[in-house]
């Protein structure tokens, strides 16, 4: 009888140490993303450009001779289906890191899970939260390239460059904390500048029809309109203000629908102002995204942001000292430098205390009817991250 | 009059979308709660029938508003017909989850991308200037004139119509309807089609106007304060609901403060629901049915 129970005793130790050599195989790294759901169009590129990413890593060998196992679930932008995510990851899968690409409404479930097991967590296309800027939250890190408060530096600095400090500034969000949060922010700054802001719309997130907003900008005269909001938002305003015949200077942010609707809308007055750069400067970088964006649901121009995301997840775990370990991939995170390859404006810097970048770059667009292409309007500006 | 012509606009798009809940309703006792998918999958459907009919425009319109009609009516053939017998509340919940489907299949044919039919149709979007400098474009105006044409619609088809006549015979008491030979199913699969493509117009002239994306789905919720403000089982009151919705809407955005744009519809509906429950054309019966 003893004997039986030996036997089975040792079975169990190998089967226990054979599925410990399995895992420890990969690196297993678990994303929860806004798949699908209202807010779906925002996130669900990036993902497939970090998962094309991811592939072409495993392709050329993987980490140090390891797959990297990227395992996405849907959250639909629902914070209970992030939580529920978090916790199969983190308690099922044994995660090395964990990616969030979701709305701001799923950070609290999935910060709260990552810090309680001590595996860090990278915003990934979405939002950096307040807690990746100085003094940065150890085990909290963000790649997305627009960041709360140096978008509206940018973006009214180069307004002032534009058209001097005494314009008319219209401005626009949409009614999330986070887009009102950096628009009541640009309010301020305009101020501060010199400039009047004359109209503060902030357009609920399903909204039918955007003219009765577009109405009080062009009923107040704007001579520019500032608008940091999701990219629906931005650019429908922008064609109903079009459409009641303003004659304005519109800036949005470049998000990753930017290049697509620059062509599409054709109009010289519609700037956009971003980190990342566009597909038309054309670079090497660019042409191996497309490449391996082929046959993919979406462009490659809006993938940029999966794979700056996938490249600094690379570097990190080949600086790890074992890229399967949640504490060694936290530590090389924590001080790390990534050439962006042209895809940004330098490289991307994070050290122990910043976890946003030590510099952000800025380039603003538009489209060149000369031209029929779209061109830059003003090249890289620095922004130091303090 | 800008402010009336952009009150006009939110009116005819609520108007058409809740016309589409007061018919299941009116009819089966059913609330749609899947309306603003299915109003969404017909703007999809005119985005896969224009890459489809590139040469002929028109007709990828109208092949779209036929399979909208198609799906409705398979809708309820194929899923809500098996809730026949159950309770109200269970096929309220077949609707939801009917919805949940749709948002994912959307997504999976069509990724979560924005899309442009107008584009795909090689069609331009012209404003046409009104009296005292208002401007509206054609798409917004093709608004207005669908829903008069719409409600026009309805009207004389269920006032004058055999099968219009039959359904509001099986809204009224199913059993003697039945009883009297009219086919339920029939009428209800006909309500179902009808709900669906009345949506779908909508939402492919909404998308016409200003593009289509995954947030169309919360657009068709939006319009059910106007469905229930004006009474579930009128179609006047689903018109005159979100005339009132619309005024209320384009008013706080104009004159108060447009953060509040998208509470107000339910302040609305709130009130309403305190002085007046059963709505403001809709009969104290049927809500006690509910």
Known sequence: MMKKWIAVLGLATAGFAVSSANAQESVKIGLTGALTGPVAGTYAPAVEGLRLYIDKVNAAGGVDGKPIELLIQDDGAEPSKAAANAKRFLTQDDVAMMINSSLSSTYAPTIAEAKRNGVPLLFAASVCPAEVFPPADPNLFCTTAFGAKYDSRAALGFIEGKSGADVKLGLHAMAIPVSRGEIDFAEELGKEMGMTPVSKEITPPPTPDYTPFATNINNADAEWVWSWAPWVAQIKTFEALRRLGWEGDYLAYAHLEAEGELERVKDPEFFVVGANALFSEGLPVMADIMSAAEGSSYPANQMTEGWIAGMVIEAALKAASDPTSAESVREAMSNISVDMQGLRGGPLEWTADNHFRTQQNYRVYRWNPDSESIETVQDWTPFDVQ | ?290
């Open chain 2, 1 to 290: 009059m800008q402010f009336v012509v952009n009150i006009m606009v939110l009116a005819a798009i609520y108007a058409l979308i809740a016309c589409g809940y007061v018919l299941i309703y009116r009819v089966s006792r059913v609330l749609n709660l899947a309306h603003g998918e299915l109003m969404m999958l017909g703007a999809y459907l005119l985005v896969a029938t224009a890459s489809a009919f590139a040469a002929s425009p028109l007709m990828a319109v109208v092949f779209a508003a036929v399979m909208s009609l198609a799906v409705g009516g398979m809708v309820y053939l194929f899923l809500m017909r098996r809730m026949t017998g159950e309770t109200v509340l269970a096929a309220v919940l077949t609707t939801v989850a009917l919805g949940i489907l749709i948002r994912g299949l959307i997504v999976l044919f069509w990724s979560a991308q924005q899309q442009h039919p107008r584009a795909m149709l090689g069609w331009d979007n012209p404003v046409i200037v009104l009296p005292g400098d208002a401007r509206i474009s054609l798409y917004s105006a093709l608004l207005i004139v669908a829903t008069v044409i719409v409600y026009g619609g309805l009207f004389l088809f269920l006032r004058f119509g055999r099968w219009g006549i039959r359904m509001r015979a099986a809204g009224q008491n199913p059993l003697l309807a039945a009883q009297r030979g009219i086919n339920l199913h029939a009428v209800f699969a006909l309500a179902w089609g009808l709900s669906t493509f009345t949506g779908a117009i909508a939402g492919m002239l909404i998308a016409l106007d200003s593009g289509l994306d995954s947030t169309m789905t919360m657009i068709g919720l939006k319009a059910f304060p106007a469905a229930l403000v004006g009474g579930l089982d009128s179609l006047v009151g689903a018109l005159i609901g979100a005339l009132i919705i619309a005024g209320a809407e384009v008013g706080v955005i104009r004159f108060i403060d447009p953060l509040l744009a998208d509470v107000v519809p339910f302040i609305v509906l709130i009130v309403m629901l305190v002085i007046r429950p059963w709505g403001l054309f809709g009969t104290r019966e049927e809500l006690d049915r509910v």
